[in-house]
Protein backbone atom coordinates (compact mmCIF):
# COMPACT_ATOMS: atom_id res chain seq x y z
CA UNK A 1 0.00 0.00 0.00
CA UNK A 2 1.41 3.13 -0.87
CA UNK A 3 0.80 6.81 0.39
CA UNK A 4 -2.43 8.02 -1.50
CA UNK A 5 -3.77 4.34 -0.16
CA UNK A 6 -2.66 4.59 3.43
CA UNK A 7 -4.22 8.41 3.70
CA UNK A 8 -7.30 7.22 2.63
CA UNK A 9 -7.43 3.95 4.81
CA UNK A 10 -6.52 6.11 7.62
CA UNK A 11 -9.06 9.00 7.35
CA UNK A 12 -11.97 6.69 6.74
CA UNK A 13 -10.50 4.27 9.82
CA UNK A 14 -10.59 7.74 11.72
CA UNK A 15 -14.17 8.45 10.82
CA UNK A 16 -15.29 4.86 12.07
CA UNK A 17 -16.56 4.14 8.23
CA UNK A 18 -16.62 0.95 6.65
CA UNK A 19 -16.15 0.23 2.85
CA UNK A 20 -19.96 -0.46 2.73
CA UNK A 21 -20.67 3.28 4.19
CA UNK A 22 -18.51 4.86 1.88
CA UNK A 23 -20.17 2.87 -1.08
CA UNK A 24 -23.86 3.57 0.03
CA UNK A 25 -22.59 7.23 0.24
CA UNK A 26 -20.57 7.82 -2.69
CA UNK A 27 -22.37 5.42 -5.11
CA UNK A 28 -18.58 3.84 -5.71
CA UNK A 29 -18.45 0.22 -6.07
CA UNK A 30 -16.42 -1.30 -3.23
CA UNK A 31 -13.78 -3.23 -4.83
CA UNK A 32 -13.51 0.21 -6.85
CA UNK A 33 -12.63 1.88 -3.20
CA UNK A 34 -10.17 -1.29 -2.32
CA UNK A 35 -8.20 -0.56 -5.36
CA UNK A 36 -7.67 2.69 -4.72
CA UNK A 37 -6.80 1.93 -1.22
CA UNK A 38 -3.90 -0.88 -2.35
CA UNK A 39 -3.52 1.54 -5.13
CA UNK A 40 -4.27 -1.35 -7.67
CA UNK A 41 -5.10 1.07 -10.00
CA UNK A 42 -4.96 -1.61 -12.70
CA UNK A 43 -8.97 -2.60 -11.49
CA UNK A 44 -10.47 0.74 -12.35
CA UNK A 45 -11.48 1.18 -15.89
CA UNK A 46 -9.29 3.76 -17.24
CA UNK A 47 -7.54 6.66 -15.86
CA UNK A 48 -10.16 9.16 -16.18
CA UNK A 49 -12.29 7.14 -13.50
CA UNK A 50 -9.61 6.69 -11.12
CA UNK A 51 -9.09 10.23 -10.76
CA UNK A 52 -13.06 10.83 -11.08
CA UNK A 53 -13.11 8.35 -8.17
CA UNK A 54 -10.04 10.10 -6.14
CA UNK A 55 -11.62 13.01 -6.08
CA UNK A 56 -14.98 11.32 -4.77
CA UNK A 57 -13.80 9.89 -2.53
CA UNK A 58 -11.48 12.64 -1.31
CA UNK A 59 -14.35 15.03 -0.87
CA UNK A 60 -16.18 12.52 1.13
CA UNK A 61 -13.69 12.07 3.40
CA UNK A 62 -12.70 15.90 3.91
CA UNK A 63 -9.59 16.14 1.79
CA UNK A 64 -8.33 18.17 -0.66
CA UNK A 65 -8.77 16.37 -4.03
CA UNK A 66 -6.49 18.50 -5.91
CA UNK A 67 -3.63 17.80 -4.01
CA UNK A 68 -4.48 13.84 -3.98
CA UNK A 69 -4.83 14.35 -7.71
CA UNK A 70 -1.81 15.76 -8.65
CA UNK A 71 0.23 13.05 -6.12
CA UNK A 72 -1.23 10.60 -7.88
CA UNK A 73 -0.57 11.63 -11.49
CA UNK A 74 3.17 12.41 -9.93
CA UNK A 75 3.47 8.60 -8.90
CA UNK A 76 2.11 7.41 -12.51
CA UNK A 77 4.75 9.37 -13.96
CA UNK A 78 7.82 8.12 -12.27
CA UNK A 79 6.39 4.47 -12.15
CA UNK A 80 6.19 5.34 -16.17
CA UNK A 81 9.57 6.35 -16.12
CA UNK A 82 11.16 3.95 -13.87
CA UNK A 83 9.67 1.44 -15.99
CA UNK A 84 11.10 2.76 -19.63
CA UNK A 85 14.49 3.08 -17.76
CA UNK A 86 14.41 -0.74 -17.26
CA UNK A 87 13.24 -1.35 -20.23
CA UNK A 88 16.19 0.71 -21.70
CA UNK A 89 18.45 -1.03 -19.37
CA UNK A 90 17.11 -4.92 -20.32
CA UNK A 91 17.40 -3.84 -24.70
CA UNK A 92 21.19 -2.73 -23.80
CA UNK A 93 21.89 -5.90 -22.02
CA UNK A 94 20.64 -8.17 -24.90
CA UNK A 95 22.22 -6.09 -27.40
CA UNK A 96 25.37 -6.57 -25.43
CA UNK A 97 24.82 -10.68 -25.27
CA UNK A 98 24.04 -10.52 -29.15
CA UNK A 99 27.66 -8.53 -29.69
CA UNK A 100 29.78 -11.22 -27.06
CA UNK A 101 28.28 -14.08 -29.32
CA UNK A 102 30.94 -15.94 -31.70
CA UNK A 103 30.86 -14.95 -35.60
CA UNK A 104 30.78 -17.67 -38.19
CA UNK A 105 33.67 -17.87 -40.15
CA UNK A 106 32.03 -17.71 -43.47
CA UNK A 107 30.41 -14.32 -42.47
CA UNK A 108 34.21 -13.00 -42.13
CA UNK A 109 35.69 -15.25 -45.22
CA UNK A 110 33.20 -14.17 -47.53
CA UNK A 111 33.48 -10.43 -47.25
CA UNK A 112 37.03 -10.17 -47.30
CA UNK A 113 37.16 -12.38 -50.51
CA UNK A 114 34.80 -9.74 -51.98
CA UNK A 115 37.01 -6.79 -51.34
CA UNK A 116 40.12 -7.94 -52.07
CA UNK A 117 38.32 -8.97 -55.63
CA UNK A 118 37.51 -5.25 -56.06
CA UNK A 119 40.98 -4.14 -54.90
CA UNK A 120 42.03 -6.25 -57.71
CA UNK A 121 39.62 -5.19 -60.42
CA UNK A 122 40.58 -1.19 -59.30
CA UNK A 123 44.51 -2.35 -59.66
CA UNK A 124 43.71 -3.18 -62.96
CA UNK A 125 41.85 -0.48 -64.55
CA UNK A 126 44.07 2.10 -62.72
CA UNK A 127 47.07 -0.24 -64.67
CA UNK A 128 45.54 -0.06 -67.83
CA UNK A 129 44.90 3.71 -68.20
CA UNK A 130 40.76 3.26 -68.06
CA UNK A 131 40.78 5.47 -65.22
CA UNK A 132 43.99 7.48 -64.17
CA UNK A 133 44.28 8.66 -60.53
CA UNK A 134 44.75 12.46 -61.32
CA UNK A 135 40.49 12.18 -62.79
CA UNK A 136 39.79 12.11 -58.56
CA UNK A 137 37.53 15.53 -58.13
CA UNK A 138 39.20 17.78 -56.14
CA UNK A 139 36.00 18.16 -54.27
CA UNK A 140 36.82 14.61 -52.88
CA UNK A 141 40.02 15.78 -52.25
CA UNK A 142 38.97 18.78 -49.91
CA UNK A 143 36.45 16.13 -48.87
CA UNK A 144 39.26 14.66 -47.45
CA UNK A 145 40.81 17.53 -45.73
CA UNK A 146 37.92 18.27 -43.45
CA UNK A 147 38.96 17.14 -39.86
CA UNK A 148 35.97 15.65 -37.26
CA UNK A 149 36.60 15.88 -33.53
CA UNK A 150 37.39 12.31 -31.95
CA UNK A 151 34.22 10.53 -30.91
CA UNK A 152 31.84 13.55 -32.82
CA UNK A 153 29.64 13.67 -35.90
CA UNK A 154 29.42 16.59 -37.97
CA UNK A 155 25.60 17.73 -38.64
CA UNK A 156 24.36 19.75 -41.89
CA UNK A 157 24.41 22.74 -39.72
CA UNK A 158 28.28 22.31 -38.79
CA UNK A 159 27.71 21.99 -34.91
CA UNK A 160 28.67 19.20 -33.17
CA UNK A 161 27.21 16.40 -31.34
CA UNK A 162 27.98 13.50 -29.59
CA UNK A 163 26.82 10.16 -30.95
CA UNK A 164 23.74 8.57 -29.00
CA UNK A 165 23.21 5.26 -28.30
CA UNK A 166 20.41 2.82 -29.39
CA UNK A 167 19.53 2.42 -25.64
CA UNK A 168 19.90 6.27 -25.01
CA UNK A 169 17.57 7.17 -28.47
CA UNK A 170 14.93 4.89 -27.29
CA UNK A 171 14.83 5.48 -23.69
CA UNK A 172 14.51 9.49 -24.77
CA UNK A 173 11.85 8.73 -27.36
CA UNK A 174 9.33 6.63 -25.04
CA UNK A 175 9.92 9.89 -22.81
CA UNK A 176 9.03 11.95 -25.25
CA UNK A 177 6.10 9.60 -25.95
CA UNK A 178 4.45 9.93 -22.92
CA UNK A 179 5.01 13.50 -22.20
CA UNK A 180 3.19 14.22 -25.27
CA UNK A 181 0.42 11.50 -24.46
CA UNK A 182 -0.17 13.05 -20.83
CA UNK A 183 0.00 16.78 -22.12
CA UNK A 184 -2.72 15.57 -24.86
CA UNK A 185 -5.06 14.14 -22.07
CA UNK A 186 -4.45 17.27 -20.19
CA UNK A 187 -5.63 19.63 -23.29
CA UNK A 188 -8.47 17.70 -24.71
CA UNK A 189 -9.93 17.86 -20.72
CA UNK A 190 -9.42 21.38 -21.47
CA UNK A 191 -11.15 21.93 -24.29
CA UNK A 192 -15.18 21.28 -25.31
CA UNK A 193 -17.33 18.61 -23.38
CA UNK A 194 -15.74 15.50 -22.95
CA UNK A 195 -18.52 12.82 -21.47
CA UNK A 196 -17.98 9.22 -20.47
CA UNK A 197 -20.56 6.63 -19.88
CA UNK A 198 -19.48 3.44 -17.62
CA UNK A 199 -21.87 0.76 -17.20
CA UNK A 200 -20.67 -1.89 -14.72
CA UNK A 201 -23.98 -4.07 -15.01
CA UNK A 202 -27.40 -3.27 -17.18
CA UNK A 203 -28.90 -2.22 -19.46
CA UNK A 204 -29.70 1.23 -20.81
CA UNK A 205 -30.88 3.26 -23.82
CA UNK A 206 -28.74 5.89 -24.73
CA UNK A 207 -29.26 9.01 -27.22
CA UNK A 208 -26.47 11.38 -27.33
CA UNK A 209 -26.35 15.02 -29.04
CA UNK A 210 -23.30 16.87 -30.05
CA UNK A 211 -23.77 20.48 -30.72
CA UNK A 212 -27.17 19.77 -31.54
CA UNK A 213 -26.39 17.08 -33.44
CA UNK A 214 -27.26 13.31 -32.63
CA UNK A 215 -24.56 11.10 -32.92
CA UNK A 216 -25.20 8.15 -30.90
CA UNK A 217 -28.50 6.58 -30.20
CA UNK A 218 -28.44 2.67 -29.08
CA UNK A 219 -28.95 0.26 -26.31
CA UNK A 220 -25.87 -0.23 -24.07
CA UNK A 221 -25.06 -3.39 -22.45
CA UNK A 222 -22.64 -3.21 -18.92
CA UNK A 223 -19.72 -3.62 -18.61
CA UNK A 224 -18.72 -1.06 -21.08
CA UNK A 225 -17.58 2.38 -20.80
CA UNK A 226 -18.16 4.90 -23.56
CA UNK A 227 -16.86 8.50 -24.52
CA UNK A 228 -18.32 11.23 -26.60
CA UNK A 229 -17.09 14.62 -27.12
CA UNK A 230 -18.49 17.89 -28.35
CA UNK A 231 -16.73 21.44 -29.03
CA UNK A 232 -19.72 23.56 -26.71
CA UNK A 233 -22.80 21.73 -25.57
CA UNK A 234 -23.81 18.04 -25.24
CA UNK A 235 -27.24 16.63 -24.60
CA UNK A 236 -28.22 12.99 -23.67
CA UNK A 237 -30.47 11.64 -22.88
CA UNK A 238 -30.47 7.89 -20.28
CA UNK A 239 -33.21 5.91 -20.42
CA UNK A 240 -32.17 3.62 -17.36
CA UNK A 241 -29.89 6.09 -15.51
CA UNK A 242 -30.27 4.09 -12.37
CA UNK A 243 -27.00 1.99 -14.27
CA UNK A 244 -24.78 5.05 -15.57
CA UNK A 245 -21.62 6.43 -14.01
CA UNK A 246 -20.94 9.92 -15.54
CA UNK A 247 -17.56 11.53 -15.67
CA UNK A 248 -17.29 15.01 -17.58
CA UNK A 249 -14.10 16.59 -17.98
CA UNK A 250 -12.47 14.35 -15.56
CA UNK A 251 -15.11 14.98 -12.97
CA UNK A 252 -16.67 11.98 -11.18
CA UNK A 253 -20.62 12.60 -11.52
CA UNK A 254 -21.59 9.39 -10.17
CA UNK A 255 -24.37 7.34 -10.78
CA UNK A 256 -26.73 10.63 -12.40
CA UNK A 257 -30.67 8.54 -11.51
CA UNK A 258 -32.30 5.99 -10.32
CA UNK A 259 -33.16 2.43 -11.46
CA UNK A 260 -35.75 2.91 -14.64
CA UNK A 261 -35.79 6.26 -14.16
CA UNK A 262 -35.85 8.57 -17.61
CA UNK A 263 -33.08 11.45 -17.43
CA UNK A 264 -32.37 14.18 -19.41
CA UNK A 265 -28.76 15.91 -19.01
CA UNK A 266 -26.65 18.66 -20.86
CA UNK A 267 -23.23 19.36 -19.81
CA UNK A 268 -21.35 22.63 -21.62
CA UNK A 269 -18.05 23.82 -21.70
CA UNK A 270 -18.30 26.75 -19.49
CA UNK A 271 -19.51 24.37 -16.58
Known amino acids: MGQIGELLTRIRKKKDLTLRDVEQATKIRIKYLQ??????????????????????????????????????????????????????????????????????????????????????????????????????????????????????????????????????EEHVEEKQVQEENTAKQEELVSEGVNVEFLIEEGKCWIEVKSDDQVIYRGLLTGPVVKEFHADKRMEVVFGNAGVVRVTVNGEDLGIIGGMGERVVKVFTSEE
Not at 36 to 51: A, C, F, K, S, T
Not at 133 to 150: A, K
Not at 151 to 167: C, E
Open 35 to 168: ALENEDYDEIPGEVYVIGFLRTYCRFLGLDADVVVREYKEQTRAQQLAETETKAEETAETTGSHRGKAVPISKIVVPLVAILILAFLGIMIVNHGILQPDTVSTEQENVGQEQELPGSVVNDTGLDSTPVTGAE
